[in-house]
């Protein structure tokens, strides 16, 4: 099964929305944190998504259009 | 030589074998090089290091390596230039410029980190190497491919102006322009980088490319007699140069080379992108990612990889950061070229702003031996201070119009 590793940040107002549980349930993604710091005014996670390589696109896009920050897990790689 | 021990996580510890990887598949943490010191530092000496290649493989018992083969074999021992015109400018007894603008073969601090990378990269058995970039680490991993025989993917925004794709192009690599904005770029080459068996020198061959800019440590401290300086200003994209150098130094003291580390490590960025140093001013252990937008391209990383460590660093050694304005960032190119005759890129115009800014603020002492890091040739990025330098005198051919203009007596002459 297809599986991408994504570093996510989320903005400040965004800290206490259920993010990743939204995500689990509207696509049809596995979401698994390995790694996160969530705090008052920051927060971010480094997760794997697992599913249909076109059902974690849509599940990367739905993150980014809840104004979710999402960069592979290495962040920026263009140097 | 072969003095790796392992690539370790640096957040949670868990050791892997030392091939082409680069995430923890426990907490997805960066991996980076293990080496045993106490081997090295039966072996290393002074001497054995002076007697070494006039290069960064002078320095090869700390990187790694398993040799003997070294490819990118001018990449390094770059002058470090008493800046006393600099010096002086700025109130300072003893200062020093790390000159990368020279470094073999493109001219910039890359061809440090692309020589371990491809090195490594033939030793684990690779025979194409990859990037994604917009500028320096393009045009060193092209050329250190062409030189090496190795097949060559450069990946770059198809915004990219035609100046920095022709310095791709002439060493006939694959120069793959991406439509798409930044985050487009970024997020493809990693899963190219997944996808094929590749080395892409910043993303599964990262650990062992970053050590290269520990070589900038090494040679400072070895061209300063032996000792460490007491401020470092350096640059900063992703952060990793920043951190490596402060690792290097403390390298230098586990294999007996040095007996002190005494620096005060000083992050430099651009006001346009400047995550980590607006972190650090606001006392915060974590940056925010920004989109960039400032001249200093090179510098251009709204979310840097090694952010965190770099604060953390800059925190462990008592130093500081700042940010300059673009202008100030063309104010330091013309400053360092005016009075020590090196031609910056723009990222040594944001180092020299935020070393004056240091100054100012009374961080960096008069008596202080303070090293500033200029990374790239201002050759370059010239559209960045094209509009900044004024014109040429012009005048017809006859020596009394030339006298004329410069007020030329007997005695010599003045300015026009």
């Known amino acids: 099964m297809p599986h991408v590793k994504v570093h996510i940040q989320f903005p400040e107002d965004k800290i206490k929305e259920p993010v990743i549980y939204q995500i689990g349930h509207e696509y049809n993604v596995v979401t698994n944190v390995r790694r996160a710091d969530v705090r008052e005014t920051t927060g971010w996670m480094d997760l794997e998504l697992t599913g249909d390589s076109a059902e974690i696109e849509r599940a990367i896009v739905g993150l980014r259009k809840k104004g979710v920050v999402v960069d592979p897990i290495e962040l920026n790689v263009v140097e | ?416």
């Open chain 2, 1 to 416: 030589m072969a003095t790796m021990k392992a690539l370790v996580c640096r957040e949670c510890g868990k050791e892997y074998p030392t091939k082409a990887i680069h995430v923890c598949e426990m907490c997805f943490g960066p991996l980076e090089v293990k080496y045993d010191y106490e081997e090295i530092k039966r072996s290393i000496s002074r001497k054995k290091v002076q007697d070494g290649p006039h290069s960064i493989w002078r320095y090869a018992d700390l990187l790694p390596v398993e040799g003997p083969v070294f490819l990118g074999p001018h990449a390094g021992m770059t002058p470090l230039v008493r800046a006393k015109n600099l010096g002086a400018y700025l109130g300072l007894d003893e200062l020093y410029i790390k000159n990368d603008t020279v470094n073999h073969p493109t001219l910039s601090f890359k061809d440090r980190v692309v020589a371990v990378a491809i090195t490594r990269a033939r030793e684990l058995g690779f025979d194409t190497i990859a990037c994604a970039s917009t500028g320096n680490l393009a045009n060193s991993v092209a050329a250190h491919a062409a030189a090496a025989g190795m097949r060559c993917y450069v990946f770059i925004p198809g915004d990219l102006e035609a100046a920095k794709v022709l310095g791709n192009l002439i060493y006939k690599p694959n120069v793959v322009e991406i439509e798409g904005n930044y985050d487009d770029v970024n997020r493809l080459c990693s899963e190219i980088a997944g996808e094929h068996g590749w080395a892409f020198v910043n993303i599964n061959i990262r650990p062992y490319y970053a050590e290269g800019s520990k070589t900038l440590a090494f040679e400072t401290v070895e061209q300063l007699g032996w000792r460490t300086p007491d401020h470092a200003v350096i640059p900063m994209a992703s952060g990793s140069l920043l951190t490596k150098i402060w690792k290097g130094l403390h390298e230098m003291k586990y294999v007996g080379l040095i007996d002190e580390v005494r620096t005060k490590i000083n992050g430099a960025q651009a006001e346009g992108c400047s995550p980590i140093s607006t972190a650090f001013k606001a006392g915060r252990d974590f940056f925010k990612p920004v989109k960039p937008k400032t001249i200093a391209k090179s510098l251009a990383i709204g979310n840097p990889a090694d952010g965190y460590y770099a604060l953390k660093a800059t925190a462990e050694s008592k130093g500081s950061m700042d940010m300059v304005t673009d202008e100030e960032v063309v104010d330091g190119i013309k400053l360092l070229a005016q009075t020590e005759g090196i031609f910056a890129e723009t990222a040594g115009g944001v180092t020299i702003g935020v070393l004056q800014k240091l100054v100012k603020n009374g961080i960096i002492k008069k008596s202080d031996c303070t090293v500033a890091y200029v990374t790239g040739n201002g050759l370059k990025t010239q559209e960045a201070v094209i509009d900044a330098v004024g014109r040429p005198v012009r005048i017809q051919p006859s020596l009394a119009a030339f006298e004329k203009t410069f007020k030329m007596g007997k005695n010599g002459g003045g300015d026009a």
